[in-house]
């Protein structure tokens, strides 16, 4: 499956973004999804996974309560709307996918697909 990340860009903090994960090749319920996020100087780390219904999601502590990811497999796509966003959340978001679809799953190892990645930046 191939992955394609939009919605990134320049936000105040405070401000909201959406961004959509567009896959193609296979359908995407056969697959749980997840956002992960690198900002410079650091490792990628986890933000928020869903399993393949949308029925079960999971967040990192630090975006619960405004970052809601979902997705819609008649269109083929995964969302992360992102709320209340803070300079600290600056980094490029990357869309992932796994096999492992029964539960979301948080480790970057988990996921075998990829998307290039698209830049969010808050400014303060």
């Known amino acids: 499956v191939q992955l394609q990340a939009s919605g990134g860009g320049l936000v105040q903090a405070g401000g909201s973004l959406r961004l959509s994960c567009a896959a193609s090749?296979?359908?995407?319920?056969?697959?749980?999804m997840g956002w992960f996020r690198q900002a410079p100087g650091k490792e990628r780390e986890f933000v928020a996974a869903?399993?393949?219904?949308?029925?079960?999601?999971a967040y990192a502590d630090s975006v619960k309560a405004r970052f809601t990811i979902s997705r819609d497999n008649a269109k083929n796509s995964v969302y992360l709307q992102m709320n209340n966003l803070k300079p600290e959340d600056t980094a490029i978001y990357y869309c992932?996918?796994?096999?492992?679809?029964?539960?979301?799953?948080?480790?970057?190892?988990?996921?075998?697909?990829w998307g290039q990645g698209t830049l969010v930046t808050v400014s303060s």
């Open positions: 869903i399993n393949w219904s949308g029925s079960s999601t």
């Open positions: 090749g296979r359908t995407l319920g056969r697959y749980g």
């Open positions: 992932a996918g796994t096999t492992n679809y029964a539960i979301p799953r948080t480790p970057t190892h988990s996921y075998d697909y």
